[in-house]
């Protein structure tokens, strides 16, 4: 398969931040589109027809939330390109989509780059409740599933208890509007997008920039949605060659 690469990494991505790295981000920039557009959705597209339910899920108790980041979405995307009506988003890439409400985040899958994970606050933190994750980075969404943000980074050596909590009181306190954004950098030998990996097998990630001919980095972004009170974790994923 012909790898599907950015031409670069945006500016702002490419110095490094001490963890967890997190910056103020503009209350829309949370959605991105960028010259890998076309191709990377191509895969999206395939990975939701043909793997669905190992990159796609849904609490039903959390449907609200899923249609509202669904809603907040279409808000943004006439800005990236997009033209949006009531039924249907005709993309950047030519194609059109129909919207679907019972299938929000499939839909949303079809529409952006980002993979899109929703987390919502149960007792003393924030768990997984909907994802669409066409591009994980070495983990698995089935592990993941009811979570909270401790055991979803698990088994990460530099997620310790500091780290932690300084994680969660980041998703307490951002604010509608006001969304926050960080990204991380890392080495692959191996460009393809969709890398599932559980998390008792061993990483195939390194920080040597000898080692792998690929850079890894991912725009992380977190918002809160004002009606469900749900934090929003998007992920828009650059591979490039350093």
Not at 22 to 39: E, I, K
Not at 45 to 60: A, E, G, K
Not at 213 to 233: A, G, H, K, W, Y
Request: net charge neutral; glycine share 4%.
């Amino acid at each position: 398969m012909t790898p599907i690469l950015q031409t670069c990494l945006p500016d702002d991505m490419r110095q490094s931040r001490a963890l967890p790295g997190v910056a103020p981000a503009a209350a829309r920039d949370w959605l991105r589109v960028d010259d890998a557009y076309a191709a990377q959705m191509q895969r999206r597209i395939s990975l939701l027809d043909t793997r669905r339910t190992r990159v796609l899920w849904l609490d039903p108790t959390a449907m609200h939330a899923a249609r509202e980041v669904l809603t907040e979405a279409l808000d943004v995307l006439p800005d990236l390109g997009f033209a949006v009506n009531e039924t249907r988003v005709h993309c950047p890439d030519g194609r059109s989509v129909d919207l679907d409400q019972y299938d929000p985040l499939g839909t949303l899958g079809r529409l952006v780059q980002e993979d899109i994970v929703l987390m919502r606050k149960q007792g003393p933190e924030h768990v997984l409740v909907d994802a669409v994750l066409c591009f994980p980075a070495s983990w698995r969404l089935d592990e993941k599933i009811g979570k909270p943000l401790v055991g979803i980074h698990a088994p990460v050596p530099e997620y310790d208890g500091d780290l932690a909590r300084r994680v969660q009181r980041l998703f307490d306190g951002v604010r509608v509007g006001r969304p926050l954004w960080r990204f991380n950098r890392l080495w692959y030998d191996d460009p393809e997008l969709h890398q599932p990996l559980s998390e008792h097998a061993p990483r195939r990630i390194t920080s040597d920039a000898r080692a792998a001919p690929f850079i890894r980095s991912e725009r992380q972004c977190i918002l809160r949605l004002p009606q469900t009170d749900v934090v929003v974790f998007s992920i828009h994923t650059y591979v490039v060659r350093p």
